[in-house]
């Protein structure tokens, strides 16, 4: 029994030695799956320039520049200039761009801004959601908007020009995805946007005259203010690429 006693005290030490070094990894500990993926994702870099390729098929350029500012959360802003995208000739149909017009605007700029919260899915670190908040000035000359804008009278479509505001918030889900440096960044989401108009109409184009009149007399426009709320429905694809920390 004393020699046995004595074999355990005398292995001990050694055993805690081999414990120890199976312990010690020089290469850093072992991931498990979740921390793989977590290590696929772009956390050594702390900046992201992305083209926005949605808005881009509307001949909408926007760049977004988006900063971390912790393994969370980062902020990002995008910032937009519309080519116009106006039709000056008169149709039975009035302007056609303008029977869509919430999706081709005029010309001008626009700032769009958010939080991004990334990591709510271990599995899928590049998932995220946004707040967005979206903001736009936009200006419209010389082009024909439909009936309804103002008269609503059949075949006859108001013709002039309309500086207006967007203002909109849109909460956003989307995937963030790093190839060597490379981003891909997929998103869907809706919301709401409130459109304000202040329109200055010099006359209308009557389908049946096949003719420009005037509202009044004088050549003189016909100045108004009118607001819209309307929902937003929010999807596009932004490439890019990640830099410094």
Request: aromatic share 16%.
């Amino acid at each position: 029994m004393q020699g046995v006693l004595i074999f355990l005290l005398a292995t001990l030490p050694f055993s805690a030695f081999t414990q120890e070094k199976g312990l010690y990894n020089p290469a850093g500990p072992t991931l498990g799956s979740s921390e793989k993926n977590l290590a696929r994702t772009d956390t050594e870099r702390g900046n992201f320039i992305k083209l926005n390729l949605a808005r881009l098929l509307f001949v909408d350029f926007a760049v977004s520049y988006e900063r971390k500012i912790s393994r969370k959360i980062s902020l990002e802003m995008e910032f937009g200039y519309q080519y116009p995208l106006e039709s000056h000739q008169h149709s039975d149909i009035g302007n056609p761009f303008f029977g869509l017009t919430l999706f081709l605007p005029g010309q001008g700029f626009s700032f769009e801004a958010g939080p991004k919260i990334y990591r709510l899915n271990q599995n899928h670190p590049g998932f995220y959601i946004l707040p967005w908040m979206i903001f736009k000035d936009m200006v419209c000359t010389d082009v024909s908007f439909p009936a309804s804008v103002y008269g609503n009278k059949e075949k006859c479509y108001p013709y002039g020009d309309n500086h207006y505001q967007v203002y909109g918030v849109i909460f956003r889900i989307g995937t963030m995805k790093n190839f060597g440096g490379f981003i891909l960044d997929l998103y869907t989401g809706v919301g709401i946007k409130v459109k304000s108009n202040h329109y200055n109409l010099y006359g209308y184009w009557d389908t049946d005259k096949e003719d420009l009149l005037s509202y009044n007399k004088d050549g003189s426009p016909v100045s108004f203010r009118k607001t819209t709320v309307y929902p937003a429905i929010s999807l596009g694809l932004k490439i890019g690429f990640g830099f410094g920390r």
